[in-house]
Structures are given as structure tokens and as C-alpha cells.
């Protein structure tokens, strides 16, 4: 090996190291930024050692490509925190690109000369980096309401997909008998970018951080196989962090939903539906007053935040809300359940940002026995995650859901801005309840407003 060659296996081998450090510390919110600092630095490194390759002759490409992706990934970074899922789309669509271009290109110049293993990976590649493009660009559209959210379904659809998949198969496997056919390797491109679609139309916008998920791991699972074909030991092993990680993820999010794998990707979940719901009797209305009064003079407050403080922007709000009554000598908690929000984390960092101390953030099977000896229960735009028919009408839709059982609190003030239904379209008991209040308007005025008058209590 020359000196340029240790160089840069030097500087994978540290890369490689700070990303598994990042990845460990991104596993508890005190530790994330640092995460990310690690990741980002193991980032740098690999690129920076990238540099030294022997068979870089001319870095005027590499500049020029650095200065597009800088232009467009620095205003990408600056969207709001609701758009962030859409934005992570978009970037695995982007790494996914690179992936599958660069299997395209190592084709082009080395042709049938490449040897069955280097075949294989090279089509893992591009198959998987193929479909994660259009698959991402899909899932990005739907999030940002540029294409409809809900299930895109026809019939004979999945005989259609079977049928995509079944060519997309048999074309890598006569690409490999026949490594010299590129109109095979070239066939299972195209079906692999066709497939990416209709993978991801069928899926409502609600279940799409599971899907980018999967997505996030089939890129990774690309760009380890990127690593294999180009020898690049940094790549394999990020590429493989990344795969197992979504999947995990993946995994992890359908079970906070109690949801199969199958059923989110094949259940068409989100299409309009008539289910049957335990409601009856009528919403009861409070005042901001009423309210306020209820908060000063209460011992526990417990603030159980959804996606509804997320669209609000309610953080801050809820935070100035929460500082008042803990001056007052309130107990104030923030109970957090794992899939409030359109992404995992998303209270969490949206808290965060508000610096709500990580002390005060309660995960779900902490704060429910803490529930009936609570005060109130102030539920701020969230609605499935409350949704007590999960627990109790076993014909739910989301039935057998672990829930933040807001219910059993003494009282309950719901914050919503009118009848809306959460996610799943479900009409939601809770909002029924004897127990509970209504305060209509938008999160963050309503928060607002309520620090104001509990000041005047
Ligand atoms: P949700 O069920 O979607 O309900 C949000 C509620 O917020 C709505 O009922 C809406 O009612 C209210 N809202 C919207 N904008 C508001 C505003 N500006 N001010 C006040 N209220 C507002 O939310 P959730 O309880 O957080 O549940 C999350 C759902 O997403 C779950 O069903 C979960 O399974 C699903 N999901 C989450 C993830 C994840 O990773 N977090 C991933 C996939 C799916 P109004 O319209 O009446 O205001």
C-alpha cells in the first residue's frame, strides 16, 4: 500500500468510529446533538480521506459537485421542524441516486468483466437504490401536500406489483447468466424505478415516516453494496449501520402503533373508512378562565403534546405555561408517547428546542400509573395517541394501540382547534367524556392565553 492508501484507510477507520459513536449517542435525547456532531465529523473525515485517491486526476468535477450539493442541501436544512420528514426524504433519495449511479457507472466501464460476486452486489445496488429514489421522491411528495396523502389504490394493484417485482427478479438473474446483456441490467433498472412508485402510492402520508424508514434502510443496504463493489470498507460499514438501524426503527415505530409491517405497507391504512366507535353524548365546552383557575390551584399538571403542537408551534408556548405553574409550586410533567408527531422524537426535540428540561419528559409507561393521581391532563393537539377506544372497543382500528391514558386523570382540557379527527380518522371517546373540557382554538394562542390569566388568578 502507498502512503496515500494508509492515509485514506486511516481516515474510513476513524470515520467509521465516529459514526457508531454517533449512532449510540443518538439512542437518548440528552446525548443527540453530540450524535450528530459525531456523525457529521465521521462524514467529513470519510470525504476529506476520500480526496487522496489515487485515481482522482481532476478535483474541478468534485468541486463544482460540492458547491451543488452545498447549494442545495444548506436551504434544506433550514426548513421548519414539521417539514423535517419530507426533508429526510428527499436526502435518502438523494443518497440513494448517488448509489444507484455510481452501480450504473461501474457497469459502464467494466462491462461483463466484474466477476459473479461484484455482479451481485452491483445488482443489490442499483435494485435497491433504484426503488428508494422514486420511492423517496414519492414519499416526500405526499408529506408536503404536493401529490394526495390518502392510499392511491386500483384494482389489481398488488398483481401488478407482484407481476413488476417478478420481472425486476428475472431480469438481475439473466443479467447475471448473462453479464455481457445490458439490456437485462439496463430492464432491471427501469422496473426497479417503476416498482419504487408503486411500492409507495398505496401507503396513506400518516404511515410515511415507516416507510422512509424502510427506505432509509434500503439505501443504506445500497451503499453497503456500493462498498462492496468498489472496495470501500466505509462504505460497507455505514451502508449497514444505516440499513439495520431503519429497519429497527421500522420495526419499533409499527409496534408503538401495535400495526404489522404488512398492514402498513400493504393495508392501504388512511383510505376513508366507517368503522365502529364507542362514542356518544356531546363535547362539553370550557373557558379560558375556567381553565386557568384549574391550572394554578392544581398540584400536577401533566402536558401530553401531539402533532398538533407540532403544526402549531406550541413549544414555547407550552413551556411559559409550564415555568408559571412551577413557580407557583405546581408539579409539571410533559408525558411523551413514542409515535406522537409525524416522526419518532418529534415531541422530544420539539421540547427540546423549547428547553423543557429531559427530567420533566416522561415516557409513557411512567407517567400512566401517575395519571389518576394527576390533576389535570392537558392534552395539546394530540388525539390518537389518547385515543382511549384503543384500549377499549377491541373493533377499533387502532385497537390494542398503547395509549397515554389522559382518561383517568381527575380532569382532562383537551386543546384543539375545532372537531378535527388525529391521524387515523377516528372519532376519539375521550373528547365525549364527562371528565373532559374543550378549549377550542389554535395550540399556541390558547397556551398563550392561558399563561396570561393563570398570571391574573
Ligand atoms: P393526531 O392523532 O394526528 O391528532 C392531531 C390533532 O391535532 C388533530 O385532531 C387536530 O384537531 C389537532 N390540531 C392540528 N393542528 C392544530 C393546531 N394548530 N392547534 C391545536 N390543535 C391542532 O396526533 P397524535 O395524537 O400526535 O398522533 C400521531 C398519529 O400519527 C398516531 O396515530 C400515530 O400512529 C401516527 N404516526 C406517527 C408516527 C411517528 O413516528 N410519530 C409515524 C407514523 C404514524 P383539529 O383539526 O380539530 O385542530
Known sequence: MTNAQYFIEATYLIASILFVLGLKSLSHPDTARRGMILAAAGMAAAVFGTLFHPDIHNYLYIAIGMIVGSLIGIPMAMVPMTAMPQRTALSHAFGALAASLVGISEYVIHGANMGGIKMGALGMEVMLGSLTVTGSFIAAAKLQEMMRGTPIMFKGQQIVNLGLFIAMIGSFIMWLIHPGGAGYFYSTVGCAFVFGILLVIPIGAADMPVVMSLLNSYAGLSSAATGFVLGNNVLIIAGTLDGFSGFILSILMCKAMNRSMTNVLFGGFGSPVSVESSVSGTMREVGLD????????????????????????????????GNLLEERGVSVKYAIHPVAGRMPGHMNVLLAEANVPYSSLYEMEQINPELPSTDVAVVIGANDVVNPDARDNPKSLIAGMPIIEVDKAKSVVVLKRGKGKGFSGLENPLFFKPVTGMLYGDAKASLTNLTQAVQKV
Request: proline share 3%.
Open 290 to 321: 375556567d381553565v386557568a383557575v384549574q391550572l394554578a390551584y392544581a398540584n400536577q399538571v401533566v402536558f401530553v403534546p401531539g402533532y398538533g403542537m407540532a403544526t402549531a408551534q406550541a413549544q414555547h408556548a407550552v413551556r411559559e405555561l
